[in-house]
């Protein structure tokens, strides 16, 4: 996930500077209208899933009527137990927190996993990256989540669709249920250049019924 903010860094490394791009045809260069967003709707829990953490225990109520692809896509990682030993390599306290892709390697370095193909966005479907919401991170193809998630801190609307930088947002799918209160003591981790000076792991996650 990349965002355009000068305190709130990238969410995948590096900021994306805000360009817009220009209608063709005809030596026309005035840009396209934006595109309006639809309707803010709530959440609508279809699947839970509970991750354990080294702080803590986090519930997650996720919306598959809404966000079926991203949905989906973030079950089978639970599935497969891809997020245990995984850790929060982003933590920036009044944005969000961010994991799902680094696991400490055999040199005690963060490593990024392998994942799955990337997914479509979802984005459009009125669910709003609210405080508590979870959404998939990104670059800045707007079709290139895989496995990497956060959880805002605070609400983020600029991250709905379409975007404050016009690139199509970020797709909420979920929310947190119950540990809201573990993810305010991510958010106060000490870190370094966002990433916290000691490890917050993921040392399970699950499905529940």
Do not use: W
Not at 4 to 19: F, K
Not at 92 to 118: C, E, H, M, W, Y
Not at 137 to 163: E, H, M
């Amino acid at each position: 996930m990349r965002f355009s903010s000068t305190r709130r860094r990238s969410l995948a490394g590096a900021a994306l500077a805000l360009t817009l791009s220009a209608c063709g045809g005809g030596g026309d260069s005035s840009t396209p209208p934006t595109p309006t967003p639809p309707p803010i709707v709530e959440v609508t829990v279809t699947h839970k899933v509970r991750l354990s953490t080294t702080l803590g225990v986090i519930e997650l109520g996720l919306d598959r009527t809404k966000a079926p692809a991203t949905v989906d896509n973030f079950l089978a990682y639970v599935n497969e137990r891809f997020y245990n030993g995984t850790v929060f390599h982003r933590v920036i306290k009044d944005f969000v927190i961010q994991g799902g892709g680094f696991a400490r390697g055999a040199s005690n370095v963060l490593v990024q996993k392998p994942t799955r193909a990337a997914i479509v966005l979802e984005s459009n479907k009125g669910l709003s990256n609210l405080r508590g919401t979870i959404a998939m991170a990104r670059t800045s193809d707007p079709n290139s989540a895989t496995s990497q998630f956060f959880i805002n801190t605070v609400d983020n609307k600029a991250l709905d669709y379409p975007g404050s930088d016009g690139s199509g947002g970020y797709a909420v799918f979920g929310k947190v249920t119950a540990g809201l209160d573990v993810v305010d003591r991510i958010r106060a981790v000490a870190t370094s250049q966002d990433l916290p000076l000691v490890d917050v792991t993921i040392t399970d996650a699950v499905v529940l019924p």
